[in-house]
């Protein structure tokens, strides 16, 4: 059974930093696309950050300069450092991957870890 599970999620004050991760487990050939997204109260999941299995990456424009997504994928993980943090950050932000199982590819979502940004 494949699994996303997040990590890192928290309370911060605006400025500040939270680094998440994502790791993948069970059995899958191979990891495409991972990202990503986040959902406040009353809003529409939006992606916040995108990064291909040859490591290239895109940003929401709102989070460019301050966000960086990586991949391990000796790990299988991949990452999401927040930095400048601001109280419109504040949203429960999902993990998504795009396995390739057997010999199609499916999207996987993690679970969700609340960030909450203080003003």
């Known amino acids: 059974q494949v699994q996303l599970v997040e990590s890192g999620g928290g309370l911060v004050q605006a400025g500040g930093s939270l680094r998440l991760s994502c790791a993948a487990s069970?059995?899958?050939?191979?990891?495409?696309?991972m990202g990503w997204y986040r959902q406040a109260p009353g809003k529409q999941r939006e992606l916040v950050a995108a990064?291909?299995?040859?490591?290239?990456?895109n940003y929401a424009d709102s989070v460019k300069g301050r966000f960086t997504i990586s991949r391990d994928n000796t790990k299988r993980t991949v990452y999401l450092q927040m930095n400048s943090l601001k109280p419109e950050d504040t949203a429960v932000y999902y993990c998504?991957?795009?396995?390739?199982?057997?010999?199609?590819?499916?999207?996987?979502w993690g679970q969700g870890t609340q960030v909450t940004v203080s003003s």
């Open positions: 069970g059995r899958f050939r191979r990891i495409n696309t």
């Open positions: 998504n991957a795009r396995l390739v199982v057997e010999i199609y590819e499916y999207a996987y």
């Open positions: 990064i291909t299995a040859g490591g290239s990456t």
